[in-house]
């Protein structure tokens, strides 16, 4: 029983548009939610959070939008480049659970050239 | 990242030995985690630390084992590994205050068994 789901396994997009990823999750619980990017042979990193107290939260090309009420998250990436080809994990996690992250399956994306 | 390193990164083993996989962190933080990726599967936690000596289950401990005996070091045992143990394995560590909430993964290890 998935908590986080990201029901898209793979984007495509073209360099320069805007990659939108998307995130739904079931618990009311969760005060905060990550995305992390990964590469190949890496290890996960931590590209952007926002806490549930807000809506949207920017960094550089990137901004996560928090829909309390329908319990999404998204990813904005504007404009898209092709370093930014990677697979894009949306992660939660709420008080009480020794802080440990729910994670979904990760989405691929591909910026094409 | 320089702060938390695994080791091997890659280790190629036989069905039915042990396989003791360390990750080592140099940050003092008091969280550390054991994932294991799979395809279809994304990230699972197999086990976590909450401090020296404090280590709990996750979702896909069966088989696995754990040790914290200090705080820069987290060990992951398999007892007597499987072909359904070949994975990536990742660790993450993760602080208290602001930064909480934010992961920060080591570089994995390929582990097959043969």
């Known amino acids: 029983d998935q908590q986080v789901k990201q029901n898209s396994p793979s984007l495509s997009v073209q360099e320069g548009r805007i990659s939108i990823l998307n995130c739904d999750y079931t618990?009311?619980?969760?005060?905060?939610f990550l995305w992390y990017k990964k590469y190949p042979a890496e290890g996960p990193t931590f590209l952007i959070s926002?806490?549930?107290i807000k809506d949207k939260n920017e960094d550089g090309r990137f901004t996560v939008f928090l829909n309390k009420s329908a319990k999404h998250l998204s990813l904005h990436i504007v404009p898209s480049q092709p370093g930014d080809s990677a697979v894009y994990f949306c992660a939660a996690s709420g008080a009480g659970n020794n802080r440990k992250l729910i994670w979904g399956l990760g989405t691929s994306l591909a910026v094409n050239p | 990242d320089a702060g938390i390193t695994q080791s091997p990164r890659h280790k190629v083993t036989e069905t039915g030995t042990p396989v003791t996989l360390r990750c080592h962190q140099t940050?003092?933080?008091?969280?550390m985690y054991w994932y294991r990726q799979d395809p279809g599967h994304g990230l699972r936690l197999i086990h976590y630390?909450?401090?020296?000596?404090?280590?709990d289950k996750g979702e896909v401990s069966d088989g696995y084992s754990v040790s914290r005996s200090k705080t820069e070091d987290f060990l992951l045992t398999l007892e007597s590994a499987t072909s359904s143990q070949t994975s990536v394995y990742f660790c993450?560590?993760?602080?208290?205050?602001?930064?909480?909430?934010?992961?920060?993964f080591g570089s994995g290890t390929r582990l097959t068994v043969v």
């Open positions: 630390s909450y401090g020296v000596k404090d280590t």
């Open positions: 940050e003092n933080h008091r969280y």
């Open positions: 926002i806490s549930s």
């Open positions: 618990n009311s619980m969760f005060d905060y």
């Open positions: 993450a560590i993760s602080g208290t205050g602001p930064s909480f909430y934010g992961y920060t």
